[in-house]
């Protein structure tokens, strides 16, 4: 199929566009949020090619996929066709609701010409998707190239603009894990953190939005990943973590309450807990292997390429076959 979609989180489209289809990428001379074409930091199949609106206009596609309100009336500008009417259209929603949880309102509530497709079963829960049709298809990673060795007695955190963001990624919390063992914060916007918060540079490391290779080589090197979050849909970095062998220690929230198994990391809801949590499985590496071990198992198992790339054509041939 010629599948145009948008490059808007970047690990996730590289998974998408591992599949067997054509993929269509808008670009713009700007490469701005909606013309951000290829990834640049990470190799992408040749499958995934870049068109301009232009280019668009006449371009012979099979399916939309769309990932921001925004994007339906641009792709009835650039396509010059309705999606959900001439072509069909599936909306992925990648994010937790904001607003008045759990009453928050899907943007695409109550329409009857698309796909409402998430990507944690917590998130369809919580979104109220009113009568749109909905369906979830977990994450899927291309597998990190390295393994864990956690020969640094040092916590890692990926995580991005957690200055802004505060207290949704947990950034408060941080300074009490900073007590126990360095941090190393990985991200975008990560740049400044230890002065903000009040911390001194050898227990605060930050790493600001470094290749995507640099930085899971890096990851493999510290004892175990910490997940602060308080309210974000699944992160791919969690389970790239936890595929590269790491330990998890997380806040028991969202969805990685399923998605950590209790033998292959800490959760809680007491921070104290957690931070003792991090204080042992940085004094015992035997212990910290074991537990990423389980968590490697797991999410080969669970959040592999495979699976997710078959999940998506089962799903793109029975919109297009409906549609037909």
């Not at 909306?91 to 509530?109: F, I, L």
């Not at 090197?221 to 389970?239: E, K, M, N, V």
């Not at 999410?299 to 793109?316: C, H, N, P, Y």
């Amino acid at each position: 199929m010629n599948v145009l979609l948008w490059h808007v989180h970047g690990s996730w489209t590289t998974s998408f566009v591992h599949g067997r289809h054509r993929y269509l990428v808008p670009v713009t001379p700007d490469r701005g949020p909606y013309g951000l074409g290829r990834a640049r930091t990470y190799p992408w199949p040749a499958g995934a090619v870049e068109m301009t609106p232009e280019e668009l206009a006449d371009a012979d596609v099979d399916v939309v996929v769309l990932q921001r309100p925004d994007e339906l009336e641009l792709a009835e500008r650039w396509l010059r066709r309705r999606p959900g009417r001439d072509l069909p259209a599936i909306y992925v929603e990648h994010n937790t609701p904001k607003g008045d949880v759990p009453t928050t309102r899907h943007p695409m509530a109550d329409r009857d010409d698309l796909l409402l497709t998430h990507v944690t079963h917590f998130n369809e829960l919580f979104w109220d998707n009113g009568g749109t049709r909905t369906a979830v298809v977990e994450h899927g990673i291309v597998p990190p190239k390295v393994e864990w060795t956690g020969e640094l007695d040092r916590l890692a955190v990926v995580t991005n603009e957690p200055i802004r963001r505060w207290r949704v990624t947990g950034t408060d919390l941080m300074p009490r894990f900073a007590e126990v063992a360095p941090l190393d914060v990985f991200g975008m916007g990560v740049t400044g953190l230890a002065d903000r918060l009040g911390l001194p540079g050898q227990r605060l490391a930050s790493h600001d939005d470094p290749p995507q290779d640099v930085m899971h080589t890096e990851l493999a090197r510290r004892r175990a990943y910490l997940h602060l979050c308080r309210w974000t849909s699944l992160g791919l970095s969690l389970i790239e973590a936890m595929t590269i062998g790491m330990p998890v220690v997380a806040l028991a929230t969202t969805e990685a309450v399923d998605a950590v198994p209790p033998d292959a990391g800490v959760l809680s809801t007491r921070v104290d807990t957690l931070v003792e949590a991090a204080r042992w499985l940085t004094e015992d590496r035997d212990a910290a292997y074991r537990l990423g071990a389980r968590a490697r198992e797991v999410t080969k198992e669970r959040f592999g390429l495979d699976r997710f790339l078959a999940d998506w054509d089962r799903i793109l041939e029975e919109e297009t076959c409906a549609s037909r």
